[in-house]
Every structure is written in structure tokens, then in C-alpha cells.
């Protein structure tokens, strides 16, 4: 009784773990698209300070590209607007996937109460 | 396993407590290291902008070009006045040395923004480790702090009486009022009927001191009960907020589990179990060794009495304080026995206007009954209705000047201290001065006049009924009407 108990709790803890990690790799994800955000923030502030006579330049590959002044602020904009995007559905997953942490963990809790039980048993058993 | 789950709560707390302590330690270092971080960067930038200003006095400069990773070569610098600048994302833009100026001090003000950031989130946590290390003393070792405690024996010291009812309009206390009062209004004209009135008015005067005393008591009640919940409120969110901090991570358990996945549910219970840890661990220290823990006051707690001002209608403010209680208390021995054969000699120590009233009483029937305020008095005999009923005028007007008198000293005596209590149960200060000339006198009733009777009424009658509510004045006041009606 008490190893089939075990065995499922490890079982559980297994998937638990996994869906840690993946909670993680989100996690990282919106970080860097959080980065991202600020970056084009700023680009986009500095993108104003400039003037139509400086020429701008976008960086493809190993090529400079030269690009127009309101081009590029316009650009800037769609990406930044992109990057939001993004960020919204990352926040929906990670939500998804706490719900689901906490279910596991609630179901961990049980088995490993269970499990207590049963050893106690086992040894008033024995 | 429940002995060992209690023998380690009181090890997790200072175990907690220190782990709280790391956690905050740890981020204070973070903080510390990323602010190093960034001010380096602030740095960069102020050199780069030296750089850029003094780059454009000459045409070209002559310097070594750094040739692949472990070469230079000597070379030019020209164009000084054009430089590319990365914006970021993979974005460049030619500019001049001044605009790129300008684009770094925008830069510049970003760093600057995130520092202040990170130091206010250093300065918080800080604080947040100082008070982890005060509760930490708090809860175990000396300091200067001590734990006051208080032990209510019993629940009847704190409310002596019966419960209020809720003030509504349908309550019974009222209820009982009104029927008394409509009897009142009934009965007319004939002695006896007058007296069973008076005892009922006396009854009325007495139901209203039960009242009020249970209001102060009340209230006194709530606001021990207040100040109570917001300690145990603002302790409790404390506790719960430095556990939220220091268990970012899920790891956080002061129980030390055995399993490091520790689910959330239980950091909650744990919450609760650390909300009461202090108490527990106070409790249990006192019980295992003996005062060694906390050192501890024991406070008793004596019931204080409301001081409550009351402005009673014409710019007299009256004060209620401890004599309403003993007044209470008296007036409680005056019903318990009727006859209060002690009141001379407890009370012939005066420390209030209600002394007086509680020395000077009448002597009804060689039994000493305490008088009432001039505006009432125990029996219809000595009112002054019945002395019109018997009396000569002339005496009307002796006791109209009297009762001129003795409503001033009544006033005197209100201004001082109050009541419409005192005037209910004890004999009246001018008891003294007038019982040479009438037996008993209620001035109120110089009958026939009614606007005399109108004027201690309006401004004695509402003091009678201070802290209860406004209804209970409008009762009075139909009360004292009712008793003008039946005294005509």
C-alpha cells in the first residue's frame, strides 16, 4: 500500500516538476521581451530627438541599411506594438500555468499526507 | 507527531525569523550590487560625453587603430564630427558629435531613473531586515521589550448590567416607556393615582440611569474591542507582508518540511501559525521555564467612565464622570434597601456636588429618603400642586422666590456637574436651604405659569439624559409634560 502510494507520488512530482521548468521558460521569455520593450522605448524617444537630416540606418545581417527618417519611426512603433502583443499572451500562458501548478501542488500535498499516513500504519504494523 | 509539530514551532520562530532575515539580506545585496552596476554605466556615459565634446576641436587626430584583436597600427582620425550612433535594437543613425550629445544625456536619464529605483527598493528592504531583527528580540531574548498582560477574570466585571437592546424604535425599553407614560397621561387629578404616577416616573428615572451607565460600558466595550482588532489587524498584515517578501520563492517554510515543494496552502497555514507564533511561544515559555522568556507585566484593568460633555441648551456644559457611577452605585443601594441608613456616614465625605445630594435627604417617616432634584419630589404631598390644592397663595409666592433661588443654585450646581441623574436620585443641593421653608419643593411646578415650568424644563430636563440619544431627550421632555399635565 505505502509503495504504490510512493510510486504515485513520484509520478506526481515528476510531472510538478516539468511544469515548473515550463513556467520558467515563460517566465524567462517575458523577461527578454520586457528588455525588448525598453529598448524600442528608447529608440523610439531618440528616433524624436533626431532630425530628418540625419540619415538613419538599420543594421540587417552584416549590412547597414539605410532607411528614412519616419520610415524607421514608423518601424519602431509596429514593434513596439508587436512586443505588447506578445507579452499579453505570454502573461495569459503563464497564468494557465500557475493554475495548474497549484493544482499539482495541492494534489503533491494530499499524496504525501497519504503517504505519511500509510507509513505510520506500517510501522504501528509492524 | 503532534508533540514533535508543537516542539518545533517554537524553534521555527527564531529559525524563521533568521531565514527571513537572509532572504532580505540577500535581496539588500542584489539591490547593492545592481546599483554598482548602474553607476558604472552613469560613468561611461559622463566620459563619453567629455570624449564627445573635445572631439571636434581638430580636423583629425593621430592615434593607434586597434588591428584585429591583438594589433594596432598607427592611423588617422577623420570626420570628427560624424559619428553613427547605435539607438538600439539594431537601429543607427549619423549624427553629429552635439546631437549625440543630446542622445546621451537622454540615455543618461534613463540609468538615472533606474538607480533611484533600485534604491528605494535597497532602502525598503532594509528597513524591512532592521524590523525582522526588532521582532526577533521582541519574541525571544530581552531588550526592553515586556509583555503587558491583562487577564479578564470574568465577563460580568466588564459588563455590569444587562445587555442594551439595539436602539430601534420598536425596542422595549421604550416600548415599556411609552406605556408608562400613557398611563400617566390617563390618570388625573386624584392622589393616589398620582402617587402610583410618581413611583412609575420613578421607575422611569431609574430604568433611564440603567440605561445610560450600560451605554458608557457599551462604548467603553467598542473601544477596547477597536483598539484590540487594529493591533491584532496591523501584527497579523506585518507578519503576513514579511512572509510574502521573504518567501518570493516557493521554498520559503519556517517549518522546515521535508520537502522543499512546500505548496502554498501551506505557507497560508503557516502565516496563521506564525500570526500566533508569538503569542504560543510567549505561552509556551512562560509554561516551560518559568518566566524566562518574555518578562511580563500582569495589568489589571479598572473600568474607566466616559467623561462626556454635554452642552445642555443654554451655554452650560455639563461633564459626566465617575459620580454618574456612584451615583449608580448609591441609587443601587437605595433600591436594593430602601432604606439607606448609611448615606449619612459614607457620605459625609463631599467630593462633588453629588455628595451633597447624597448627604442632605429627607427624613420621610423617620426613614431618610434621598431627596430628588427640586424639579421632583418623591411624594405628591410636597408638590407644590398639592400645596396650591391646600395651600394659600401666599406661599406661592414665597416659593416662587425660593424656587428663583433654588433655581439658580440649581443652575450653579448643573453648571458644575450635572444632572439630570443627580436631580433623579439624590436630594437636590437646595434640599438644605429650602427645606426650612417648604417640606419639599418642586419648583417645576408653579403650575399655573406654565412658561416657568417651560424653563427648568428645557434646559434641566435634557441634561437628565446626556449620553443617551436625542429620542430619549424628546421622551423626557414628554415625559415632563406628561407630569406638568397631571400636576394641573
Known sequence: MAEAIQKKLQSELEKYQQLQKDVNKSMSARQKLEAQLTENNIVKEELGLLDSQNTVYKLIGPVLVKQDLDEAKATVSKRLDYINGEIQCYETLLKEMERKSEQHREVLSSLQQEYQRAQGQAVGKA | ?488
Request: charged share 35%; net charge negative; proline share 5%.
Open chain 2, 1 to 488: 507527531m503532534a508533540a514533535t509539530g508543537k516542539v518545533k514551532r517554537s524553534k521555527d520562530m527564531p529559525q524563521g525569523v533568521e531565514r527571513l532575515k537572509e532572504e532580505h539580506r540577500k535581496v539588500v545585496k542584489d539591490c547593492r550590487s545592481q546599483i554598482e552596476h548602474w553607476k558604472k554605466v552613469e560613468n561611461d556615459y559622463e566620459s563619453l560625453q567629455d570624449r564627445l565634446r573635445t572631439l571636434p576641436d581638430k580636423l583629425s587626430y593621430d592615434i593607434m587603430v586597434p588591428f584585429g584583436p591583438l594589433a594596432f597600427m598607427p592611423g588617422k582620425l577623420v570626420h570628427t564630427n560624424e559619428l553613427t550612433v547605435l539607438l538600439g535594437d539594431n537601429w543607427f543613425a549619423k549624427c553629429s558629435a552635439k546631437q549625440a550629445d543630446a542622445l546621451v544625456e537622454h540615455r543618461k536619464k534613463h540609468v538615472k531613473n533606474a538607480l533611484d529605483d533600485l534604491q528605494k527598493v535597497m532602502k525598503n528592504f532594509q528597513n524591512r531586515a532592521d524590523f525582522t531583527d526588532d521582532l526577533k528580540k521582541l519574541t525571544g531574548d530581552t531588550g526592553d521589550f515586556v509583555d503587558i498582560r491583562e487577564e479578564v477574570i470574568n465577563q460580568e466585571e466588564v459588563s455590569k448590567g444587562k445587555h442594551r437592546l439595539a436602539h430601534k424604535p420598536n425596542s422595549k425599553p421604550k416600548l415599556e416607556y411609552l406605556l408608562e407614560l400613557e398611563e400617566d397621561k390617563e390618570k388625573k387629578d386624584d392622589d393616589e393615582e398620582r402617587k402610583t404616577g410618581v413611583l412609575s416616573e420613578e421607575e422611569l428615572w431609574a430604568r433611564l440611569d440603567e440605561l445610560e451607565r450600560e451605554e458608557e460600558l457599551q462604548d467603553e466595550r467598542y473601544r477596547l474591542d477597536s483598539t484590540d482588532t487594529n493591533g491584532e489587524d496591523t501584527t497579523s498584515s506585518s507578519e503576513e507582508e514579511k512572509e510574502a517578501d521573504g518567501g518570493s520563492d516557493v521554498q520559503v517554510n519556517g517549518h522546515q518540511k521535508e520537502n522543499g515543494w512546500v505548496p502554498s496552502s501551506i505557507t497560508s497555514q503557516m502565516n496563521g501559525t506564525n500570526g500566533s507564533h508569538p503569542e504560543d511561544e510567549e505561552e509556551e515559555d512562560c509554561d516551560e521555564k518559568a518566566g524566562n522568556g518574555l518578562p511580563t507585566i500582569y495589568f489589571s484593568h479598572t473600568v474607566e467612565y466616559k467623561k462626556v460633555r454635554i452642552n445642555t441648551g443654554k451655554n452650560t456644559t455639563l461633564k459626566f464622570s465617575e459620580r454618574n457611577e456612584q451615583k449608580a452605585q448609591t441609587k443601587r443601594k437605595k433600591k436594593s434597601g430602601k432604606t439607606n441608613g448609611h448615606s449619612p456616614h459614607e457620605s459625609y465625605k463631599i467630593t462633588s456636588p453629588a455628595d451633597i445630594y447624597r448627604v442632605f435627604v429627607d427624613l420621610v417617616n423617620g426613614e431618610p429618603i434621598p431627596r430628588k432634584s427640586i424639579l421632583k419630589s418623591r411624594s405628591r404631598e410636597n408638590s407644590v400642586c398639592s400645596d396650591t390644592s391646600e395651600s394659600s397663595t401666599a406661599d406661592f409666592e414665597e416659593r416662587r422666590a425660593a424656587f428663583g433661588r433654588s433655581w439658580s443654585h440649581d443652575d450653579a450646581t448643573h453648571s458644575d456637574t450635572s444632572d439630570g441623574i443627580t436631580e433623579e436620585e439624590s436630594p437636590t443641593g437646595t434640599s438644605p436651604r429650602t427645606n426650612g421653608r417648604f417640606e419639599a419643593f418642586t419648583g417645576t411646578v408653579i403650575e399655573k405659569d406654565p412658561l416657568p415650568c417651560s424653563i427648568p424644563h428645557l434646559t434641566i430636563a435634557p441634561p437628565a439624559l446626556p449620553t443617551i440619544p436625542e429620542r430619549k431627550l424628546e421622551e423626557s421632555f414628554g415625559f415632563a409634560d406628561g407630569r406638568k399635565k397631571m400636576l394641573m
